[in-house]
């Protein structure tokens, strides 16, 4: 067995890269809700009498958005085992 | 209507309360049934640690998905720069949250990781597209102004 191979099972690495995993996942969903709600005020502004629309659009977009950043820590699970 | 009764009842708030329980409506059961079926298989497959392992990755899915709806619920009637202030809060905390449970999770020998995760992502994607499906079936109006 070579040494790479002995040092690799001596130190078990996979929680500490899930977890770098994990905050990379969480960047992706940061800017999309952050992308989401930039239009959504946006547009606003620009005809305040679809607020409402927008809003509804903006929440299920967000809910959307956020279920990457679930799917994160989902793989942080697997990732970690 | 008048301004007075405009301010008072709030036509735009009301739609994204109305949406948010359309969202509820339609995702609730879907997802229940899903969890239990994941809870099922679970422990048909992987014994009492699956179980609670399932248990576990199906309640975060279940509290953090009606944790967005409360959010949408509570923000309906504030201004879209302080709805955004608030939902960029709640994925923070979210996010803090699911970071807090992996941290105290991972340190127990019995949990089945996969049970975990495999369950949480079956409810979280049925949630997920049964809130799409109450967008594009709930009709929300645009608000047309009076001396327009």
Not at chain 2, 81 to 105: D, H, Q, Y
């Amino acid at each position: 067995m070579s040494n790479i191979v002995l040092a690799q099972e001596a130190v078990n690495l996979n929680q500490g890269l899930a977890a770098i995993g994990y905050g990379l996942a969480a960047i992706g969903p940061g800017i999309g809700v952050g992308l989401v709600w930039a239009a959504v005020i946006n547009g606003t502004a620009r005809q305040p009498e679809a607020q409402g629309k927008l809003m509804g659009i903006g929440w299920t977009t967000f809910a959307l958005s956020e279920v990457l950043a679930l799917l994160g820590f989902i793989v942080y699970f697997i990732a970690s085992a | 209507m008048s301004e007075n009764a405009q301010t008072e009842t709030n036509p735009h708030a009301e739609s994204v309360r109305k949406l948010a329980s359309a969202m509820l409506r339609y995702a609730l059961w879907p997802s229940v049934a899903t969890a239990t079926v994941a809870v099922l298989v679970s422990t048909l497959l992987t014994g009492t640690s699956g179980l609670f392992s399932s248990l576990i990755g199906v309640g975060v899915a279940l509290v953090s998905s009606l944790a967005t709806l409360a959010l949408m619920r509570k923000t309906a009637a504030m201004n879209p720069m302080m709805v955004m202030a608030v939902a960029m809060g709640g994925l923070v905390g979210k996010l803090l949250a699911l970071l807090g449970i992996a941290a105290a999770l991972g340190s127990l020998s019995w949990l089945h990781r996969e049970a975990l995760a495999l369950s949480m992502l079956a409810v979280v994607l049925v949630w997920a597209g049964a809130e799409a499906l109450a967008f594009r079936k709930t009709k929300i109006p645009t608000i047309i102004p009076d001396g327009r």
